[in-house]
């Protein structure tokens, strides 16, 4: 069985993200991380290929920052990586990610199983996902916080989701596209030795030429960003003994006509 999982480098959650005099994302020095979701993807790429004698392929699409998080995940225990990155695919929207990643999954070829993380933190959407499935034509699992079975010979998976009723166990045709919450699993740490051979990879470049794919048509592009205007914030501390505070917070709301 062969596993591809989709990840890409991020700012670390805790770095102050700005927009700059050009209207453009900053973060300063800040480091950039694995995006954080991936992590349980990644993770679930290792357990799945070595549960079925397989390997799994690590792929980021843009440019070389995203190298980082194909090192982090060769050192984790991943076989292979690769990273798509073309200038055509500056400022793409999601369809076009979907279209690359589709085209770099059929690259890779024989590909079983895709995992996403459950959204890309930096981006906040998970739309990709399910667009890069339905350009391949896979199944479709979302919201998977367990992987019960897989059946490489009857090419099935059943899986629970987690959804807002409860826990839902769904099973689908392989090839499949998923993406995990971070209750499926606990990512492991990378050990020394896998950090020392991840930073000799040498990990290759894939080009729209690479994977033989033309980008579809932008309807809707951000030219820029700007910063949220500053919040002028007041409060008012009200004393008392709790009837008291209840009282004088419902004769103010009555003064202010919120009420």
């Known amino acids: 069985m062969h596993v591809v999982v989709f990840t890409r480098s991020t700012p670390d959650t805790a770095a102050k993200v700005e927009v700059d005099g050009a209207g453009k994302v900053t973060w300063g020095d800040a480091a950039l991380v694995v995006n954080p979701w991936d992590e349980y993807a990644l993770e679930e790429g290792i357990v799945q290929a070595k549960a079925a004698g397989g390997k799994a392929t690590v792929v980021a699409i843009g440019p070389d920052m995203h190298n980082e ?13 690769a990273r798509v990155w073309d200038a055509a695919l500056e400022g793409a929207d999601s369809l076009a990610y979907a279209t690359v990643a589709a085209a770099a999954v059929k690259k890779v070829g024989s590909v079983d199983l895709v995992l996403f993380g459950r959204e890309s933190i930096d981006v906040g959407t998970d739309q990709h996902a399910y667009q890069t499935a339905r350009k391949l034509g896979y199944s479709l699992l979302s919201n998977v916080s367990k992987i019960l079975a897989i059946d490489p010979a009857a090419k099935t998976i059943k899986v629970e989701r987690t959804v807002e009723e409860g826990k839902q ?4 045709k392989l090839p499949a596209v998923l993406t995990v919450l971070k209750d499926i699993n606990e990512p492991r740490y990378p050990s020394f030795i896998g950090i020392r051979k991840a930073s000799k ?12 794919v033309a980008l579809p048509a ?11 205007p ?11 003994t709790p009837e008291e505070q209840a009282q004088k917070l419902i004769d103010r709301l009555l003064e202010e006509k919120v009420l």
Do not use: Q
């Not at 998080?69 to 990586?81: N, R, T, V």
């Not at 990879?201 to 033989?212: F, H, K, T, Y």
């Open 69 to 81: 998080a194909l090192k982090h995940s060769l050192a984790m225990g991943l076989d292979e990586a």
């Open 169 to 172: 166990v769904v099973t689908a």
């Open 201 to 212: 990879a040498v990990i290759p470049e894939w080009s729209l030429g690479d994977l033989g």
């Open 218 to 228: 932008v309807n809707a592009k951000v030219t820029k960003y700007k910063n949220l």
């Open 230 to 240: 500053p919040r002028d914030t007041r409060f008012e501390l009200i004393e008392g």
